[in-house]
């Protein structure tokens, strides 16, 4: 596109019974005092907010046909009832933004956010006269909208205290569609397959939920900057009508909050294809607050080793004990294994008191066990050049941990560790909390309390020079631009599935986690089996050339090459793989895909000319063409491939790979067969 499309023409978008409903007259000029519309900067997206007999509704439309079919907004608040109807707009204020701004680490070095602005004051009629502010801002690849409550007397005279029961964000998928989803408010969090269904076939779902309209679009829905805010749940109404459902609370409130505030943004991410939608997902970075922490050097991206898979084959355990992995001596075995290897650091599990109790009610943060000697083992890693990664398992008590927090980042530390890996392993809405008089209060990982609690974490670690990889956590909402010490998380059906799931993770969940969970951030997936066998031997529905894949498809900073130290000195080939590949990136492309069949990923190693190219497949095999144009077509590249063997596949044998060197230029393409829960890993240096 050479420049900006004009907007498509403005055409009436209610009824004219909405106009006679406020005592307007019909007619163009009527229409407009009753509807505001903000166009992306190149003119083919469009957002339109108006009223639907006095009820404040907005629709989304690209390239003047509806994506988001008119859909309402509102609230319900504690003691002032349904804000919703009665609703006036007032006059539009209007902005445009054009940046470019560099993250410290990431998919990508340089971001780009280019939107214009729109923010409308929606005012009630009658008594109350509450106001309420709706921020829009129109990409070109997407939308983010958000209610901004200013301080007024009209909420409450004396605090200006706002109490949320519910939000009434409406979201109608225009237009027929499927959608990958996982349950919202169910026991295992965020830790299901996806399922694919009809869009009217979806029940609660979390966000990102991930929508392919029959004539290819593709929709995603999400939120950003999530702080001091319920998580929401996307519950449908009817046929494709979606609405908020706010993660809950101890009290009998979602949310409370002292105005002014702002909510979270509601995102919708719109590409043509699967590609695009996870290209768009930057929006989510956008929608953020700028870096408050500046320069972060010891929030460094890396790959690392650790004390974690035996425990899932359950060959050591985390409690103290005859199988205990966390000794002194398993963590000095680690270190010189990272060292020699060239493997950034060691996470070491189950090495502190408290292991395991009824809802981690004895958890001691800096207290280890007898058989382990953090001091011995923090002076022999620094000897070694090896960084050690902590770890606090909370047991889902967010409250004990709260009161240890200081001690326990202190100790750390004073310890030389700059990274800790958290945990909350409880069922959904067991998260242990206690009142200032000792009342003990549950909670939601979703909910407003969890929403402070990872900000609390975060702000504290910072302090203390430490990054934090947040395990059955929140879901990412782009804070890591504000806190960029927030590096990576869980929030997804992870590598410990593949060791003791009942099923595995299937061949389609990759293709399927890059365009949905992906599009919310950084996910430490933990890849790297070399052995392809969980608990008891049983074979993993993968090949040796996918688990290598997994290391560029799903992005992470901190990278763990999960395997025993044995299973990968017998896979020389993908050790090789894995302790070459880079973990920060310049430049991020997803060359082709479809979700939930295939991936076909290439990042640019940060500061290097080399590229790192890696695809993924489900159970169906397939060749992909990989297009190479985006390449100096004027160089040359060396190129080495690890990918699926002759005979290979899960239907076959796995373990058969290929490990080959071609040459080839930048503008050519390149055919590679993709096998059965195969996939493939590339390598391609310029030729000096």
């Given at each position: 596109?050479?420049?900006?499309?004009?907007?498509?023409?403005?055409?009436?978008?209610?009824p004219?019974?909405?106009?006679?409903?406020?005592?307007?007259?019909?007619?163009?000029?009527a229409?407009?005092?009753?509807?505001?519309?903000?166009?992306?900067?190149?003119?083919?997206l469009c957002?339109?907010?108006?009223?639907?007999?006095?009820?404040p509704?907005y629709r989304v439309l690209?390239?003047?046909?509806?994506?988001?079919a008119?859909?309402?907004l509102?609230?319900?608040?504690r003691?002032?009832?349904k804000?919703q109807r009665g609703?006036?707009?007032g006059?539009?204020s209007?902005?445009?933004h054009?940046e470019?701004?560099?993250?410290?680490?990431?998919?990508s070095?340089l971001?780009?956010?280019?939107?214009?602005a729109m923010?409308v004051?929606m005012?009630?009629?009658?008594k109350?006269?509450r106001t309420?502010?709706?921020?829009?801002r129109?990409?070109?690849?997407?939308?983010?909208?958000?209610?901004?409550?200013?301080?007024?007397?009209?909420i409450?005279?004396?605090l200006d205290?706002?109490?949320?029961?519910?939000e009434l964000?409406e979201?109608?998928?225009?237009g027929?569609?499927?959608?990958?989803?996982?349950?919202g408010?169910e026991?295992n969090r965020?830790?299901y397959?996806?399922?694919?269904?009809p869009?009217r076939?979806v029940?609660?779902?979390h966000?990102?939920?991930t929508?392919?309209r029959?004539?290819?679009l593709?929709?995603?829905?999400?939120?950003a900057?999530?702080?001091?805010y319920a998580?929401y749940w996307?519950?449908?109404?009817?046929?494709?009508r979606?609405?908020t459902?706010?993660a809950p609370?101890s009290?009998?409130?979602?949310v409370?909050?002292d105005?002014p505030?702002a909510?979270?943004?509601?995102?919708?991410?719109?590409?043509?294809?699967?590609p695009?939608l996870?290209?768009?997902?930057?929006i989510?970075l956008?929608?953020?607050?700028p870096?408050?922490l500046g320069?972060v050097p010891?929030?460094r991206?890396q790959?690392?080793?650790?004390?974690w898979?035996?425990?899932?084959?359950d060959?050591w355990?985390w409690?103290a004990?005859p199988?205990?992995?966390?000794t002194?001596?398993?963590?000095i075995?680690y270190i010189?294994f990272?060292?020699?290897?060239?493997?950034?650091?060691?996470?070491?599990?189950g090495?502190n008191?408290g292991?395991?109790?009824e809802?981690g009610?004895n958890?001691?943060?800096?207290?280890?066990?007898?058989?382990?000697?953090m001091?011995?083992?923090?002076?022999y890693a620094?000897e070694r050049?090896?960084?050690?990664m902590?770890?606090?398992?909370?047991?889902g008590?967010?409250?004990?941990?709260e009161?240890?927090?200081?001690?326990a980042?202190?100790?750390y530390q004073?310890?030389?560790v700059?990274a800790?890996k958290?945990?909350?392993v409880?069922d959904?809405g067991?998260?242990?909390r206690?009142?200032?008089?000792?009342t003990e209060?549950?909670?939601y990982h979703?909910?407003?309390?969890m929403?402070r609690?990872?900000?609390?974490?975060?702000?504290r670690?910072?302090?203390?020079?430490?990054?934090i990889?947040a395990h059955?956590?929140?879901?990412?909402t782009?804070?890591r631009r504000t806190?960029p010490n927030?590096?990576?998380r869980?929030?997804?059906?992870?590598?410990e599935?593949?060791?003791?799931?009942?099923?595995?993770?299937?061949?389609?969940?990759?293709?399927?986690l890059?365009?949905t969970r992906m599009?919310s951030g950084?996910?430490?997936l933990?890849?790297?089996?070399?052995s392809?066998?969980g608990r008891g031997g049983e074979l993993?529905?993968?090949?040796?050339a996918?688990?290598?894949?997994d290391?560029?498809?799903?992005y992470?900073p901190?990278?763990?090459?999960?395997?025993?130290p044995?299973?990968?000195?017998?896979?020389?080939?993908?050790?090789?793989f894995?302790?070459?590949?880079?973990?920060?990136?310049?430049?991020?492309?997803?060359?082709?895909?479809?979700?939930?069949?295939?991936a076909?990923v290439?990042?640019?190693r940060r500061?290097g000319d080399?590229w790192?190219?890696?695809?993924?497949?489900?159970d169906?095999?397939?060749?992909?063409d990989?297009?190479?144009?985006?390449?100096d077509?004027?160089?040359?590249y060396?190129?080495e491939i690890?990918?699926?063997?002759?005979?290979?596949?899960?239907?076959?044998?796995r373990?058969?790979?290929?490990?080959?060197?071609?040459?080839?230029r930048?503008?050519?393409?390149l055919?590679i067969e993709m096998?059965?829960?195969?996939?493939?890993a590339?390598?391609?240096r310029?030729r000096?």
């Amino acid at each position: 596109m050479t420049g900006p499309t004009p907007s498509p023409p403005r055409r009436p978008l209610w009824p004219l019974g909405a106009l006679a409903a406020l005592g307007l007259a019909s007619g163009a000029a009527a229409q407009d005092e009753v509807t505001h519309r903000q166009c992306s900067p190149d003119g083919a997206l469009c957002f339109e907010l108006g009223t639907d007999e006095t009820v404040p509704v907005y629709r989304v439309l690209r390239d003047g046909e509806e994506v988001i079919a008119s859909s309402q907004l509102g609230f319900m608040l504690r003691g002032a009832g349904k804000w919703q109807r009665g609703i006036v707009l007032g006059e539009a204020s209007r902005s445009s933004h054009d940046e470019t701004w560099e993250q410290p680490w990431g998919e990508s070095r340089l971001v780009t956010d280019r939107h214009n602005a729109m923010r409308v004051p929606m005012t009630e009629q009658g008594k109350t006269r509450r106001t309420i502010t709706l921020a829009v801002r129109v990409f070109d690849n997407g939308i983010g909208f958000r209610y901004e409550f200013p301080a007024q007397p009209q909420i409450d005279p004396q605090l200006d205290d706002v109490i949320i029961d519910e939000e009434l964000t409406e979201f109608t998928i225009a237009g027929d569609a499927e959608a990958w989803w996982i349950p919202g408010g169910e026991w295992n969090r965020y830790e299901y397959l996806y399922a694919r269904t009809p869009a009217r076939e979806v029940g609660t779902a979390h966000t990102p939920i991930t929508f392919r309209r029959a004539d290819g679009l593709h929709i995603a829905l999400h939120e950003a900057a999530l702080t001091d805010y319920a998580a929401y749940w996307l519950q449908r109404i009817d046929a494709q009508r979606f609405r908020t459902r706010l993660a809950p609370s101890s009290q009998p409130w979602k949310v409370r909050r002292d105005a002014p505030f702002a909510t979270p943004w509601r995102v919708i991410l719109i590409a043509p294809d699967a590609p695009g939608l996870y290209a768009a997902a930057d929006i989510v970075l956008n929608l953020n607050e700028p870096n408050r922490l500046g320069e972060v050097p010891y929030a460094r991206p890396q790959k690392y080793v650790g004390i974690w898979w035996a425990m899932h084959l359950d060959l050591w355990s985390w409690n103290a004990g005859p199988k205990h992995g966390a000794t002194t001596q398993h963590a000095i075995d680690y270190i010189d294994f990272a060292a020699e290897h060239g493997f950034d650091s060691v996470l070491i599990e189950g090495w502190n008191e408290g292991w395991w109790s009824e809802s981690g009610r004895n958890f001691q943060f800096a207290t280890a066990y007898p058989d382990f000697d953090m001091d011995r083992v923090a002076a022999y890693a620094a000897e070694r050049g090896i960084e050690i990664m902590g770890h606090h398992e909370t047991a889902g008590n967010a409250g004990l941990y709260e009161r240890q927090l200081e001690e326990a980042l202190d100790y750390y530390q004073r310890h030389g560790v700059h990274a800790v890996k958290t945990g909350y392993v409880a069922d959904a809405g067991v998260v242990l909390r206690e009142d200032p008089d000792g009342t003990e209060q549950w909670e939601y990982h979703d909910g407003q309390f969890m929403a402070r609690h990872h900000a609390l974490v975060a702000e504290r670690a910072a302090a203390h020079e430490i990054a934090i990889n947040a395990h059955e956590p929140i879901k990412d909402t782009g804070l890591r631009r504000t806190w960029p010490n927030l590096m990576t998380r869980e929030g997804a059906r992870g590598t410990e599935y593949m060791a003791w799931g009942e099923p595995r993770n299937p061949p389609d969940h990759e293709p399927t986690l890059l365009f949905t969970r992906m599009l919310s951030g950084p996910f430490d997936l933990t890849p790297g089996i070399v052995s392809l066998e969980g608990r008891g031997g049983e074979l993993l529905p993968n090949t040796l050339a996918r688990q290598l894949a997994d290391y560029v498809v799903i992005y992470s900073p901190l990278q763990m090459a999960a395997d025993l130290p044995e299973n990968y000195l017998a896979a020389p080939d993908a050790l090789d793989f894995i302790e070459q590949v880079p973990v920060d990136w310049e430049r991020t492309k997803v060359l082709s895909g479809e979700i939930g069949q295939y991936a076909v990923v290439a990042r640019q190693r940060r500061g290097g000319d080399d590229w790192w190219i890696c695809g993924v497949n489900d159970d169906d095999a397939r060749t992909v063409d990989i297009d190479l144009s985006f390449l100096d077509p004027g160089t040359r590249y060396t190129i080495e491939i690890w990918r699926d063997g002759e005979g290979g596949g899960i239907n076959g044998d796995r373990f058969a790979m290929v490990r080959e060197t071609r040459e080839i230029r930048g503008g050519d393409r390149l055919a590679i067969e993709m096998l059965a829960g195969g996939g493939f890993a590339m390598s391609l240096r310029p030729r000096r």
